[in-house]
């Protein structure tokens, strides 16, 4: 891959992350997890068998990086908290005391 410009680099980046957060979507709403696993590990394999492997992953890595900045912000705006409230409130749901253990 080679990009010219950091939108050209999104472009590239952004779609395997929006395909695995689509897959989340989907598992948690239809209740089935195979959807997500399945998503997850095709990108993984794409990743990981791209001529350069390491590259492949970082741009996955990089990919879901940048789609969760740009939906944190999407986030902080729409509910008119800061993006620190939001991570906090994140944290506090999914991360803070009571909460269940990933499964």
Known sequence: MSAETPDELLHT???PA???LTAWSIAETEADRAVFHQAMNR???DAATA???LRGLAEMMFGLSAL???LLDEL???TG???GEVLHAVHLRYLGPG???PR
């Open 13 to 15: 980046v952004l779609p």
């Open 18 to 20: 929006l395909e695995v």
């Open 43 to 45: 990108t993984i394999t």
């Open 51 to 53: 001529p350069d492997p």
């Open 68 to 70: 969760s900045g740009i």
């Open 76 to 78: 902080a705006e729409v």
């Open 81 to 83: 908290r800061s993006r």
């Open 99 to 101: 909460c269940e253990a």
